[in-house]
């Protein structure tokens, strides 16, 4: 089956742009290009600004994602070992934290889930002005582009739906279809973007990169539309430092190195804005706080995993359950929503069937060995002394697998709850490396209900019931959806940037990312996160003109 892709002549023209020279100056510079970066750059540019977009990751083409486990080493990034990778894992004192690198951020391997934050995660510590209600109209918006659909039951119903949905009645729940950021159909060019795109054809491979284009990444979508209107997206350009204008009108000054053999360099703007993410955004504001001065002591603060955790449900006997097929569907069908009585939900998970080894990494299998495991370990120690924040390298990762059985017919539980939200991130203070320190204490109760609640379904399900919070090699909390650490405030002691996404007291300067959520949202964060940026895009292009 051949991969969806761009005309040869325009794949060939946006790689030469990619590594094309950043001129000195533009109108916005945005640091980013994951949910809350596709967006500022596309609304920016149809506005008629002059954008720049500086990407540490490559560009992805379908044909670079990985199909064999023996590759899954080389997705992890790092800025010199491994540039191309796709997957960023950090270790830290407390916790490890895995992010995406790449031109369209998260959206390369999340699970396309389109879900809103129910309306009572707003409130105080949130601006008064961000309420459901205000917030509607702009995950509307999103939908243009992202265009959720749930899994079509036609010709028939996936095995992998029809066995949650059977769990679900056995513990008494009605089970949602999981709105999913995936084109189900026959090829096209997309309606926003005009990219060339297949239909899904159910790989499981969501997480690893769709080698058919049927996700509405925000590289085919956002980004893709943003360069139609003039946008200019670098790729393999990790920006380090941040100078703020030296006076009223002047242009804030970013310095960035270029991966790969790429020239470092810099570049001015009058207008600035931060979508590396959570931990990406803090980091680089702790790194430069010393020159951009007057910024909030709420600076790091506010972290959040929302709650990631991760359930299984191993070989079910029951009739109705048995044979669910982990490999075969979009990675996400369906979730049980306990968010009144619990603040979680749990939803179904999937991985292809080659793949499916790696889920013995949360049973404790040894899938690093001998040296390799000895440098992870050193890693890790090293986070504890105050040398955090470092990739894993390819090299640390490598190892293999050696499956206890057969996991394909298990139940995959991926869960999200309302955790405490009270990680701190900050600088080492002898090394000043990046830190977060996070207590799973804080949030025990979530943490309690969900192993209950993991366990219950296992059991209806007549299955041997795993519940893992701090399993796997590293032995420590992992969470692939990092939140906060600049968070939004009305007040700019408790928060760093305003409703907008405006830094308090630094004109021109914007985070629109995943780090200004100041609390867990219990669901897929991807679909607040666009709203919000999408909301303060408007209101910047609002309040100021094209320079």
């Not at 670079?64 to 590759?71: H, M």
């Not at 305003?498 to 004109?507: P, R, Y």
């Amino acid at each position: 089956m051949g991969a969806a892709t761009r005309s040869g002549d325009v794949e060939g023209e946006l790689r030469r742009r990619d590594r094309g020279t950043v001129r000195a100056s533009y109108d916005a510079v945005v640091v980013g290009s994951g949910f809350g970066g596709g967006i500022a750059a596309c609304r920016l540019a149809e506005a008629g600004w002059r954008v720049a977009v500086l990407e540490r990751g490559r560009r992805f083409e379908p044909e670079d994602y990985p199909d064999r486990p023996e590759q899954a080493p080389q997705l992890l990034w790092h800025h010199s070992a491994n540039p191309h990778g796709l997957l960023d894992l950090r270790l830290m004192k407390d916790l490890a934290v895995l992010t995406a690198a790449g031109v369209g951020g998260g959206s390369l391997v999340y699970a396309n889930v389109q879900l809103r934050a129910p309306a009572n995660v707003f409130g105080p510590p949130w601006p008064a002005d961000i309420t459901r209600d205000a917030l509607d109209p702009y995950y509307d918006r999103t939908e243009d582009a992202l265009e959720p659909r749930v899994v079509p039951d036609e010709p028939e119903k996936l095995p992998r739906v029809r066995a949650f949905e059977a769990a679900a009645r056995r513990v008494g729940r009605d089970p949602l279809r999981l709105p999913l950021a995936v084109h189900f159909g026959e090829k096209r060019r997309h309606p926003f973007s005009d990219v060339e795109q297949e239909g899904c054809d159910n790989l499981a491979r969501c997480d690893l990169g769709c080698p058919l284009r049927a996700k509405n990444t925000v590289d085919i979508t956002y980004i893709a539309r943003a360069e139609s209107h003039g946008a200019e997206v670098f790729a393999l350009r990790e920006v380090l430092s941040l100078r703020p204008p030296a006076r009223a009108g002047d242009r804030w000054r970013l310095g960035f190195r270029g991966l790969d053999g790429g020239e470092d360099g810099s570049v001015e703007a009058p207008v600035v804005i931060l979508a590396a993410g959570s931990p990406g955004t803090p980091r680089l504001l702790l790194k430069n706080r010393r020159r951009v001065r007057g910024l909030s002591g709420a600076l790091g603060s506010r972290f959040s995993g929302n709650g990631d955790a991760l359930g299984m449900a191993f070989q079910p006997r029951a009739s109705d359950v048995a044979g669910a097929r982990v490999g075969y569907g979009p990675v996400m069908t369906g979730a049980l929503d306990y968010t009144e009585e619990r603040r979680l939900v749990m939803a179904d998970g999937g991985l292809p069937d080659n793949f499916s080894g790696l889920l013995e990494i949360a049973r404790g299998a040894s899938v690093i060995t001998g040296w390799r495991r000895w440098l992870l370990r050193a890693k890790a120690a090293g986070a504890l002394i105050g040398l955090s924040d470092r990739s894993v390298t390819p090299r640390a990762g490598a190892g293999r697998v050696a499956p206890r059985g057969p996991i394909t017919d298990s139940l995959v539980f991926l869960m999200f709850g309302r955790d405490a939200a009270s990680g701190r991130m900050r600088l080492t203070p002898l090394f000043r490396c990046l830190d977060i320190r996070w207590r799973k204490e804080d949030s025990r109760e979530l943490f309690d209900a969900m192993r209950r609640t993991a366990e219950e379904v296992g059991k209806a399900a007549e299955a041997e019931p795993f519940f893992a919070l701090d399993a796997g090699p590293l032995g420590k909390f992992m969470t692939v959806h990092p939140l906060g650490g600049a968070p939004m405030s009305d007040d700019p002691e408790a928060g760093v940037v305003d409703q907008h996404g405006k830094v308090h007291g630094q004109e021109g300067l914007y985070v629109l990312d995943g780090s200004i959520v100041p609390t867990a949202l219990g669901v897929n964060p991807s679909k607040t996160i666009a709203a919000l940026a999408e909301r303060g895009i408007e209101h910047l292009i609002a309040e100021r003109s094209p320079p």
